[in-house]
T-cell receptor, first 110, second 114 residues
Framework: RKEVEQDPGPFNVPEGATVAFNCTYS??????FFWYRQDCRKEPKLLMS???SGNEDGRFTAQLNRASQYISLLIRDSKLSDSATYLC???????????FGKGTRLSVIA | EAEVAQSPRYKITEKSQAVAFWCDPI?????LYWYRQILGQGPELLVQ????????DSQLPKDRFSAERLKGVDSTLKIQPAELGDSAMYLC????????????FGQGTRLTVV
């Protein structure tokens, strides 16, 4: 079983739609959680950290369910510029390596 | 804005040849990572350094790959001999020490082995 699992997609949605991505992780000792965004042929960049209480950043909402070992990302009012691959990332503690899922590809269509 | 520098951006090499990649992390970042990303997959860790020391190289194919960070600043990743299956993007990332923090990635080196 992979440490971090994501639906690879692709998700093809119209502009203005709401889309949600899910991610599960296998190591219950995991402490920190992130969503990274990766544009085609570019490097990954941090989109947002994921906190136990859930957190929101503009049109983006991330949630964590430790009991189910499940992380989600919700994008509201999708823009063309949101088209990218979204990587779910988990780490055990401060200086342990980031463990990446395979990513979920999103295409927002005009 | 501080960046992680990597070179070269692109490298084409013949199988069985040696190849090397260089990374200069953000100044002051003690932690440096080398990841490999195959097309359509997420990045997978090859090696992690804390200053000049290797923290985790459990996924590094040590028969052909080596990595060093001699002065705890910049780092080199070497493959010898290269194989066709090594074709991938090699990403370097750095982060500051301490509590879980953002890892900053370089633009990567895209390796093609022919």
């Amino acid at each position: 079983r992979k440490e971090v699992e994501q639906d690879p997609g692709p998700f093809n949605v119209p502009e203005g739609a709401t889309v949600a991505f899910n991610c599960t992780y296998s190591n219950s000792a995991s402490q920190s959680f992130f969503w990274y965004r990766q544009d085609c042929r570019k490097e990954p960049k941090l989109l947002m950290s994921v906190y136990s209480s859930g957190n929101e950043d503009g049109r983006f909402t991330a949630q964590l369910n430790r009991a189910s070992q499940y992380i989600s990302l919700l994008i509201r009012d999708s823009k063309l510029s949101d088209s990218a691959t979204y990587l779910c990332v988990v780490t055990l503690s401060g200086n342990t390596p980031l463990v990446f899922g395979k990513g979920t590809r999103l295409s927002v269509i005009a | 804005e501080a960046e992680v520098a990597q070179s070269p951006r692109y490298k084409i090499t013949e199988k069985s040849q040696a190849v090397a990649f260089w990374c200069d992390p953000i100044s002051g970042h003690a932690t440096l990572y080398w990841y490999r990303q195959i097309l359509g997959q997420g990045p997978e860790l090859l090696v992690q350094f804390q200053d000049e020391s290797v923290v985790d190289d459990s996924q590094l194919p040590k028969d052909r790959f080596s990595a060093e960070r001699l002065k705890g600043v910049d780092s080199t990743l070497k493959i010898q001999p290269a194989e066709l299956g090594d074709s991938a993007m090699y990403l370097c990332a750095s982060s500051s020490q301490g509590s879980p923090s953002e890892a900053f990635f370089g633009q990567g080196t895209r390796l093609t082995v022919v």
